[in-house]
């Protein structure tokens, strides 16, 4: 891209970009840079008190099994997996057909798209309320239709499925948005092509569209994973709290619950400060892959 | 074989429906429920169908809110569409200045004005928890708006999405309005931001969407009722230990809760999917 005109002025740029500074440097670095810092010491939540411990609260989440970190780890993997596959696939196959010459596609695209707007707390709220043991019509059709023992509080697997499915639910309409585009964009004279030269519906999906699509699949992927992981906090404390006991505990909980709920300053700090690594990893292989050009 | 074709081009619409129901159902559940008494819903399972107490519970959760809460959701309506036009509006206007400096000045310190916007992407608030909180308690910002609002304003997105659309502006405008005597500042206000309504129209769509639904955020720094938004009061609504849930007034502020963002996405889809898929890039 060729180099825009620029204006010539000494301390007006500086205006203009210092509210943007000051947010960020007062709302996210200097947070940033307190986390790190505070993951180095002991403090007391009420005094002022702090304690040097150099890497201690970071070997105890690895070695304590109190701590439960790995356990957290562990299930918020499987959580971030999952949500992506169930959303990921079901999305896919959806936009496929809205994507096909038929009548009513504007309005399915429509009807697919709205849920986007959907906030996840209020997903979690849904679905806590179409299986809550006590009132959730869900709930009591699978206890008294299919005899199904249902208390989600009470069984991992049962919270785990019910949590995946509310967080799954509410991510197909941000796939189903980037699929329906990416499809889209295929060209329809490739596609005739491989018509005319006798490839089947099936096929032409497995060699064309989908080879066409991987683009839009990466980046769908690393962005799932990211809400996975990152954005599902609003189910877990609404939906479990992080139960039965600590099992559906996903790391971005731990956290809130360790500063917040627990006043262990020092350990939540040192969560913060993996999960800041995690996302930056994360950003970093985006771009690359992507080779977005954010060069300057 | 035309049975068969028939049935062949009816499976696409027969899918997509599927579709429709896993989404608009639960929906449906939500409605039915906010229209019965809570006694209704208790004596499992509830109605299929919408009751007589429609009206009366959504004025009482209006005006009065849940009897374990009492604070109206008239309120928190209030609250969550000030946060969200906050924010919505709060980094559209940052995002624009700094993109305008970015993109049309030389200034030493661009590139790291770029690539400090850039890193936000790296630090959601989600793994800066407790060192944000104790920032906005220590500049005395705990249960205002301003809390709020203010660490909320940065969005890289926007930014590159500013960005990019003021790089692909011909340089013989911002040139032209220059030998004809309008300083920066004049062309930003009566060139630039004219020019860039379709970004800011999508920006401002998905900004809204995100502002009305931030949750970890009000939830760590508002304690007072007075301030709560409507997803914080859903939360609080439904944790109150000793006390029987009022299932019909939660469902209520729920569909309240959901319908202004869903509104909003459905008169700007056009704007919406642009957006979505332009900073994809």
């Known amino acids: 891209m060729a180099k825009q005109y620029e204006f010539k002025a000494k301390v007006l740029p500086y205006f203009l970009v210092l509210p943007q500074m000051v947010i960020v440097f007062i709302f996210f670095f200097w947070p940033a840079a307190q986390a790190i810092w505070q993951s180095f010491f002991l403090q007391d939540p009420f005094g ?34 999952c949500i992506t596959v169930i959303s990921m696939a079901l999305a896919l196959f959806l936009a496929v057909q809205a994507n096909k010459k038929i009548r009513f596609s504007n309005f399915y695209t429509t009807m697919m798209i ?9 997903a979690g709220v849904i679905w806590l309320f179409m299986f809550n043991p006590n009132v959730g019509v869900l709930a009591w059709t699978l206890k008294h239709v299919f005899h199904v023992n249902w208390d989600y509080l009470l069984n991992f697997n049962q919270a785990f499925l019910l949590i995946t499915l509310a967080a799954s639910w509410k991510q197909i309409s941000y796939n189903f948005v980037f699929f329906l585009s990416g499809l889209q964009s295929v060209p329809e004279t490739l596609i ?7 490839a089947g519906p099936s096929k032409r999906f497995q060699k064309i569209i989908f080879p066409l699509l991987s683009p839009t699949t990466f980046y769908l992927l690393v962005m799932d994973l990211v809400y996975g992981f990152f954005e599902t906090f609003p189910i877990i404390h609404q939906m479990t709290a992080g139960g039965p006991g600590k099992s559906t505990a996903i790391l971005v909980y731990k956290v809130w619950r360790d500063g917040v709920v627990n006043l262990d300053l020092g350990s939540s700090a040192a969560q913060s400060v993996i999960l800041m690594l995690m996302v930056i990893a994360l950003t970093i292989f985006q771009f690359r892959f992507l080779e977005r050009r954010v060069t300057y | 074989m035309v049975e068969h074709s028939k049935f062949k081009k009816l499976l696409p619409h027969i899918f997509l429906w599927l579709g429709i129901l896993i989404m608009i159902f639960p929906i449906y559940f939500i409605f039915v429920a906010s229209s019965h008494t809570t006694d209704e819903i208790l004596a499992a399972p509830m109605p299929m169908s919408i009751g007589p107490h429609l009206i009366e519970n959504y004025s009482k959760a209006l005006t009065q809110g849940s009897s374990n809460m009492g604070t109206p959701v ?11 036009l906050g924010i919505s509006i709060g980094k559209i206007v940052v995002s624009l200045l700094a993109a305008f400096a970015i993109v049309f000045f030389d200034f030493p310190l661009r590139g790291f004005c770029f690539w400090s916007i850039f890193i936000t992407l790296m630090l959601p608030v989600e ?17 205002s708006y301003a809390g709020l609002i203010l660490p909320m304003i940065v969005s890289a997105t926007a930014v590159f999405l500013f960005r990019q659309y003021f790089m692909s502006i011909p340089r013989e405008i911002p040139e032209a309005s220059q030998i004809d005597g309008a300083t920066p500042m004049q062309f930003f206000r009566r060139i630039l931001v004219p020019m860039t309504r379709t970004p800011i129209a999508a920006m ?19 304690t007072k009722p007075e301030f709560y938004t409507l997803l914080i009061g859903i939360n609080r609504m439904l944790s109150g230990a000793d006390v029987q849930i009022e299932w019909n007034i939660v469902m209520a502020t729920t569909l309240l809760a959901l319908l202004p963002p869903v509104i909003v996405i459905l008169l700007m889809q056009e704007q919406f999917v642009t957006g979505m898929t332009e900073t994809e890039k």
């Open chain 1, 48 to 81: 002022g008190r702090m304690i040097f411990v150099g890497l201690e609260n970071y070997t105890k989440l690895f070695t304590d099994p109190t701590v439960a970190y790995w356990q957290s780890f562990t299930v918020s993997v499987a959580f971030a997996v």
């Open chain 1, 192 to 198: 005739e092509a491989a018509a005319i030269d006798g």
């Open chain 1, 114 to 122: 709205w849920p986007y707007a959907v906030s996840t707390l209020v």
């Open chain 2, 127 to 143: 793994v800066r928890i407790m060192p944000t909180y104790k920032v906005i308690a220590d500049l005395h910002m705990l249960n």
């Open chain 2, 204 to 222: 401002f769509v998905i900004q809204f969407i995100a502002g009305w639904n931030q949750y970890l955020w009000p939830l760590l720094i508002t």
């Open chain 2, 74 to 84: 008239m309120i928190m309506l209030k609250n969550s569409t000030i946060m969200a």
